[in-house]
């Protein structure tokens, strides 16, 4: 009878989902400008060129793509060495990277967008719209031999917002810093990050559903795989699949043309190889657990919210630049300012760990500690990366973005993404 009632509250809430709306503000579009019309120096960012320029030429990288908006105006957007060494493809500024965990801000976006139309509220119990999550247990007791593990009840449900947080005890399988959780969901055969089989988000997470937590939820913070949860949970609140749901209400908006989970085939060349060194020589990754080609070919059936979307480095500073006005661009609000103080509030505590950030509803956010240690931005600037060595921050006082995209898997000497963010805070000239 439970489901019988979710199906037809879900049904009912499809009919009216209208996320995004039209807006009394009209923020412009990103667009190029020159760098000293909006405060920036030519010089110093000549100077990230030359850093950048000489990591791919001492090996460290086998290339890169670095963006830089001030004031809602590009004034950077450089492509350095190869997307592909072993083929010869040279990088370009609209080449396609797998942003893997900048997926989650998207994700979290989404959430909040139908939160804005009263479909929930953020603590929920996740199991008032996903059943499978009901009485959730801890890890108790874990027997290496064979797999077997003992639980003790939670003493909690997981809600909304620990799933939003890292702060409801689910692991993250094949890259938790728990090897018991590693074998608990390997048997159990739980998809993480990435797939070409044909495996849908909703039926990974109902098996997930049935799993032991690391924890009571709200008790620690733990990065993990919540936001696949709310990919589903996605799913179900508005009845659409999540790549039809995010196209509709947040890329076609957005003018994000090539933010996809999977490429149309007229995009796919423009897909970046994913490479690690070998032998002193960048060479493709080879396939592990997952397979890198995951956007271009397989199944194309598993909508990852935590992990499985490819973009450009200008496609994802225009999401930012939203953020940055407020929910707002180009006419089209996503979310209210309202909405926005409350993402990019402290949500976490101490949990986060401190390192001058705490953590919100989809961002890691400086501190006014984090502003004062230098070389993260203002206070308030928020950030995060991916898997697949991909970094991004936005700095509201300052309304400063930086997107800096690259492919590589370890080992990798790779120091460009604190002297990139570094660098960019120094060019800053009025």
Same mark, same amino acid.
């Given at each position: 009878?439970?489901?019988?009632?979710?199906a037809i509250?879900?049904?009912?809430?499809?009919a009216?989902v209208n996320?995004?709306?039209?807006?009394?503000?009209?923020?412009?579009?990103?667009?190029?400008?020159?760098?000293?019309?909006?405060?920036?120096?030519?010089?110093? !960012?000549?100077?990230?060129?030359?850093?950048l320029q000489?990591?791919?030429?001492?090996?460290?990288?086998?290339?890169?793509?670095?963006?830089?908006?001030?004031d809602?105006?590009?004034?950077y957007?450089?492509a350095?060495?190869?997307?592909?060494?072993?083929a010869?493809?040279?990088?370009?500024?609209?080449?396609?990277?797998?942003?893997?965990?900048?997926?989650?801000?998207?994700?979290?976006?989404?959430?909040?967008? !139908?939160?804005?139309?009263?479909?929930?509220?953020?603590? @929920?119990? /996740?199991?008032?719209?996903?059943?499978?999550?009901? =009485?959730?247990?801890?890890l108790?007791?874990f027997?290496y031999a064979?797999?077997? *593990?003992?639980?003790?009840p939670? =003493?909690?449900? /997981?809600?909304?917002?620990?799933? !939003?947080?890292?702060?409801s005890?689910?692991? *993250?399988?094949?890259?938790?810093?728990?090897?018991?959780?590693?074998?608990?969901?390997?048997?159990?055969?739980?998809?993480? !990050? +990435?797939?070409?089989?044909?495996?849908?988000?909703?039926?990974? #997470?109902?098996?997930?559903?049935e799993?032991?937590?690391?924890?009571?939820?709200?008790?620690?913070?733990?990065?993990?795989? %919540?936001?696949?949860v709310?990919?589903? +949970?996605?799913?179900?609140?508005?009845?659409?699949?999540?790549?039809?749901?995010?196209?509709?209400? /947040?890329?076609?908006?957005?003018?994000m043309?090539?933010?996809? $989970?999977?490429?149309?085939?007229?995009?796919? @060349?423009?897909?970046?190889?994913?490479?690690?060194?070998?032998n002193?020589?960048?060479q493709?990754?080879?396939?592990?657990?997952y397979?890198?080609?995951?956007?271009?070919?397989?199944?194309?059936?598993? $909508?990852? %919210?935590?992990?499985?979307?490819?973009?450009?480095?200008? =496609?994802?500073a225009? +999401?930012l630049?939203?953020?940055?006005?407020?929910?707002?661009?180009?006419?089209?609000?996503l979310?209210?300012?309202?909405?926005?103080?409350?993402?990019m509030?402290?949500?976490?505590?101490?949990? $986060?760990?401190?390192?001058?950030? *705490?953590?919100?509803?989809?961002?890691?956010?400086?501190?006014a500690?984090?502003?004062?240690?230098? %070389?993260?931005g203002?206070?308030?600037?928020?950030?995060?990366?991916?898997?697949?060595?991909?970094?991004? +921050?936005? =700095?509201?006082?300052?309304? #400063?973005?930086?997107?800096l995209?690259?492919?590589?898997?370890?080992?990798?000497?790779d120091?460009?993404?604190?002297? $990139?963010?570094?660098?960019?805070?120094?060019?800053?000239?009025?």
């Amino acid at each position: 009878m439970k489901r019988i009632y979710i199906a037809i509250v879900c049904w009912m809430a499809m009919a009216s989902v209208n996320a995004q709306t039209k807006s009394s503000q009209h923020s412009p579009e990103l667009s190029e400008a020159a760098p000293r019309s909006v405060g920036m120096s030519d010089e110093r !960012l000549k100077k990230i060129s030359n850093m950048l320029q000489e990591e791919v030429s001492k090996g460290n990288i086998p290339g890169a793509v670095a963006l830089i908006a001030k004031d809602g105006k590009i004034v950077y957007h450089e492509a350095f060495g190869q997307a592909d060494n072993q083929a010869s493809e040279k990088m370009e500024t609209n080449s396609i990277f797998r942003i893997a965990s900048q997926t989650k801000a998207i994700t979290s976006t989404a959430v909040m967008m !139908l939160w804005e139309e009263g479909k929930f509220q953020l603590d @929920d119990p /996740i199991s008032k719209y996903i059943p499978e999550f009901e =009485d959730p247990q801890v890890l108790a007791g874990f027997k290496y031999a064979d797999t077997t *593990y003992t639980t003790v009840p939670a =003493d909690n449900e /997981i809600t909304i917002r620990h799933l !939003l947080t890292h702060t409801s005890g689910l692991g *993250y399988g094949v890259i938790d810093r728990d090897e018991r959780m590693k074998m608990i969901y390997h048997k159990a055969g739980i998809t993480d !990050l +990435f797939t070409t089989k044909p495996i849908t988000i909703g039926e990974s #997470v109902r098996k997930l559903a049935e799993l032991p937590l690391h924890f009571t939820p709200g008790e620690q913070y733990s990065y993990s795989e %919540g936001l696949d949860v709310l990919g589903y +949970f996605v799913e179900v609140i508005s009845g659409q699949p999540y790549d039809e749901f995010l196209k509709e209400h /947040i890329f076609d908006p957005l003018g994000m043309e090539d933010t996809w $989970f999977y490429l149309p085939e007229d995009k796919a @060349d423009r897909l970046v190889t994913v490479q690690h060194k070998m032998n002193g020589e960048w060479q493709p990754y080879p396939v592990t657990f997952y397979d890198t080609e995951y956007p271009v070919k397989g199944a194309k059936t598993f $909508f990852s %919210g935590g992990a499985g979307l490819s973009s450009t480095a200008k =496609d994802y500073a225009t +999401f930012l630049q939203m953020y940055l006005n407020g929910g707002e661009l180009n006419g089209v609000r996503l979310l209210s300012r309202t909405t926005v103080r409350s993402i990019m509030g402290n949500q976490t505590g101490a949990l $986060f760990g401190g390192d001058g950030q *705490y953590y919100g509803l989809a961002f890691g956010v400086v501190t006014a500690e984090g502003e004062a240690s230098g %070389g993260m931005g203002s206070e308030g600037t928020f950030d995060w990366g991916g898997y697949f060595n991909t970094q991004y +921050f936005a =700095d509201p006082k300052e309304q #400063v973005i930086g997107v800096l995209m690259k492919q590589t898997q370890e080992p990798v000497d790779d120091q460009t993404g604190w002297k $990139f963010r570094q660098m960019v805070g120094a060019a800053i000239d009025d």
